[in-house]
């Protein structure tokens, strides 16, 4: 029982709670808010300890500063010398949200164009990757499917097909109470258990995912999520639409070197940084439709000078990658001669910047700023009828642009997980006459 003079029940938290503010902005100060706020979640926690305890005001004032001052100094010092490592810690909030993850990112999520809410989730999602120790390659596959799902928010409704499913991964009842799936964290624990599960099978087979270790990395990772999670997409193509953006958001966060290890490039995806060792910008005599897009010249996607790059002469003020140019030069001399008109662009080069607006006004629609083909050169978005499914000038589109090296990806078709008729992107030169 508490003396006279001991604090009364409330004074040690609040003296706590003004300390964590300090430490955070502190660390703020320093780069590493969430680090500040670690040391003053850890003085709250030892506050709590000493309600009740017989001991004077003094005393425990004095006990609170110091383990502030032994941990909050220490912390923020060893932050400024390791800053952008990945550990990644886990604290208690106070402020009757969800236990959010406190972590120290080489990044935020709000650089990689989430939005707050987003860059919370994301934060929540990869601390609880760290927690368990599991690779880079788990991290691109949870976000992927939180952004997939849910946008990377925790929402607090289902669908029609799932009214009941809830959260980041829309989870159903079965997968546990409707606190853990609307929690961020525990969300993720429960995808997670079911990633890693030795039983999991590749959806629609009767291969097992997890026979050995890693061996779900041999598989697609949009195949994963499906495996786990048993959408209306057999093959996974709605997961698939958000493969590259998953990876600039663990890229941007984790930093470039642990998202490597999820080798991206293995599924056709370039690393954001734009460190491709590509630097021609003319094709060879045996290139084809199939050909690598991505890094070029040392390049970073969205920071290409404008003069390593070619005007469209039918549409003034548009960019693109040279041999792409070339070969959307030819496709629109042989459009004109089928309707009279050249290509209408509506959208060509987006520098970092146009990338960073067009995410903040399309949200999860566009690419993560850094990784959209648009920040390569080799992307176009066009209008004239084109930007219709259905239309005559959309049908000779599908049939004719593939002979210029220009495709329709599979998440842009109708049926496809972001219907985009509009956005057409260069995959290569077909004939050494079309790109040259």
């Known amino acids: 029982m508490a003396t006279s003079d001991s604090p009364e029940p409330g004074a040690i938290q609040?003296?706590?709670?003004?300390?964590?503010?300090?430490?955070?902005?502190?660390?703020?100060?320093?780069?590493?808010?969430?680090?500040?706020?670690?040391?003053?979640?850890?003085?709250?926690?030892?506050?709590?300890?000493?309600?009740?305890?017989?001991?004077?005001?003094?005393?425990?004032?004095?006990?609170?500063?110091?383990?502030?001052?032994?941990?909050?100094?220490?912390?923020?010092?060893?932050?400024?010398a390791v800053h952008g490592a990945t550990v990644l810690f886990d604290a208690d909030g106070d402020d009757g949200g969800y236990v959010a993850a406190q972590a120290c990112f080489a990044g935020s999520g709000v650089e990689a164009g989430l939005s707050d809410e987003q860059a919370q989730v994301a934060e929540a999602v990869l601390a609880e990757i760290a927690e368990r120790d599991l690779p880079a390659q788990d991290a691109v596959i949870a976000?992927?499917?939180?952004?997939?799902?849910?946008?990377?928010?925790?929402?607090?409704?289902?669908?029609?097909?799932?009214?009941?499913?809830?959260?980041?991964?829309?989870?159903?009842?079965?997968?546990?109470?409707?606190?853990?799936?609307?929690?961020?964290?525990?969300a993720t624990g429960l995808f997670l258990d079911a990633l890693t599960n030795k039983n999991l099978r590749l959806y629609g087979t009767s291969e097992l995912l997890n026979s050995r270790d890693g061996s779900r990395y041999d598989v697609r990772p949009w195949l994963v999520a499906q495996s786990v999670q048993r959408s209306a997409f057999d093959d996974g193509r709605n997961y698939r639409a958000n493969y590259e953006e998953a990876v600039g958001v663990v890229a941007a966060m984790l930093g470039p070197d642990a998202v490597a290890e999820a080798e991206p490039e293995r599924w056709g995806v370039a690393l954001p940084q734009g460190d491709s060792t590509a630097t021609g910008t003319s094709c060879s005599e045996d290139s084809s439709v199939g050909a690598a897009?991505?890094?070029?010249?040392?390049?970073?996607?969205?920071?290409?000078?404008?003069?390593?790059?070619?005007?469209?002469?039918?549409?003034?003020?548009?960019?693109?990658?040279?041999?792409?140019?070339?070969?959307?030069?030819?496709?629109?001399?042989?459009?004109?001669?089928?309707f009279g008109t050249d290509l209408e662009v509506t959208?060509?080069?987006?520098?970092?910047?146009?990338?960073?607006?067009?995410?903040?006004?399309?949200?999860?629609?566009?690419?993560?700023?850094?990784?959209?083909?648009?920040?390569?050169g080799t992307a176009l978005d066009l209008g004239g009828g084109i930007n219709r499914f259905g239309t005559t000038q959309h049908r000779w589109m599908q049939e004719n642009a593939g002979r210029f090296g220009w495709v329709h990806p599979e998440w842009a078709q109708a049926d496809g997980a972001k219907p985009e008729p509009w956005h057409w992107e260069f995959k290569g030169c077909p004939t050494r006459r079309a790109c040259n």
Not at 308 to 319: D, I, M, R
């Open 14 to 80: 609040q003296a706590a709670r003004d300390v964590e503010k300090a430490a955070t902005a502190a660390g703020t100060a320093t780069g590493s808010p969430v680090l500040g706020r670690v040391a003053g979640v850890l003085a709250s926690g030892t506050a709590r300890s000493l309600t009740g305890r017989r001991i004077s005001k003094v005393a425990a004032a004095v006990l609170v500063s110091a383990l502030v001052a032994a941990i909050a100094v220490p912390v923020l010092t060893v932050m400024l």
């Open 143 to 186: 976000i992927m499917t939180g952004l997939t799902e849910s946008g990377l928010r925790s929402l607090e409704h289902g669908d029609e097909a799932g009214p009941d499913s809830r959260g980041v991964f829309q989870q159903r009842a079965p997968w546990g109470s409707l606190e853990e799936r609307l929690d961020p964290r525990a």
């Open 293 to 338: 897009t991505g890094g070029w010249g040392g390049f970073e996607n969205g920071r290409i000078p404008i003069d390593q790059l070619c005007e469209l002469s039918f549409a003034v003020g548009h960019y693109a990658r040279c041999d792409a140019a070339s070969a959307v030069e030819e496709l629109s001399t042989a459009f004109r001669e089928e």
């Open 347 to 376: 959208d060509s080069y987006r520098s970092y910047e146009q990338q960073v607006v067009t995410k903040r006004a399309k949200g999860h629609l566009a690419a993560v700023p850094g990784t959209s083909n648009h920040g390569w």
